[in-house]
Structure formats: structure tokens, C-alpha cells
């Protein structure tokens, strides 16, 4: 391991611990437990609804190891997050971005869905 994998595994480490809650990730009937921590506060994101009016909403990002995912791999749009408090948030592509950031320590675009 490089300092650059040990950097990411102590930091992952350090949020999971002071920061993370047990969330059910999900992507059909596929559902995994895992440990991940989100942004301390969202963003408000809108959205060309097609018609010329912008549709503003909550995004979340959700942080996590890739590897706890399993053989649901990367996220894709669709999938969906149930965190510890009952709230539910869909993974989305950020406009211009994809729907999440990293390889191994990823930073997931959710838009809340349920309260």
C-alpha cells in the first residue's frame, strides 16, 4: 500500500467512525447493508423540467467504500438510500457530472425523496 491507500483508508476510517450511520443501499431487489456518512448540509439543485420552468430540489451526498457495495459495484441512477433516520434518497446524475465520484471512497449525488 501507497500513502495515497492509506490516506484513504485512515480518512474513510476517521468519517465512518464520527460520522457514519448504518444505511440499506438498494438497486432493485438488491439491498445492502453498509456504513456511510453524508454531507453536513444539502445543496439545493433545480432541474429544466423541459418545459422552461426550473424544478429545484435536496441533494445529498452520501460518502462511502466502493468495496462495501459487493456485487452491486458502482452506483447508477435509480439506486436508492435508506438512511438511519427513515429517509429515503435516489441516486441521480448531477447535471454535467456523472451520479457519483471516486473509485474506492465515493461521494454519491442523491436527491431526497422521502421524508
Given at each position: ?67 462495501s457495495l ?46
Amino acid at each position: 500500500m501507497g500513502i495515497f491507500e492509506n490516506s484513504r483508508r485512515a480518512l474513510a476510517g476517521v468519517f465512518a467512525g464520527v460520522a457514519g450511520e448504518h444505511i440499506r443501499y438498494g438497486r432493485g431487489d438488491q439491498v445492502v447493508g453498509v456504513i456511510a456518512w453524508r454531507s453536513p448540509e444539502p445543496a439545493s439543485l433545480a432541474v429544466d423540467s423541459g418545459g422552461g420552468a426550473l424544478v429545484e430540489y435536496e441533494s445529498w451526498e452520501w460518502h462511502l467504500e466502493a468495496i462495501s457495495l459487493g456485487e452491486l459495484t458502482a452506483p447508477e441512477p435509480g439506486d436508492w438510500i435508506e438512511a438511519a433516520d427513515g429517509r429515503t434518497y435516489e441516486v441521480l446524475r448531477i447535471p454535467g457530472m456523472g451520479c457519483f465520484a471516486g473509485d474506492q471512497l465515493l461521494r454519491i449525488h442523491t436527491k431526497r425523496i422521502e421524508a
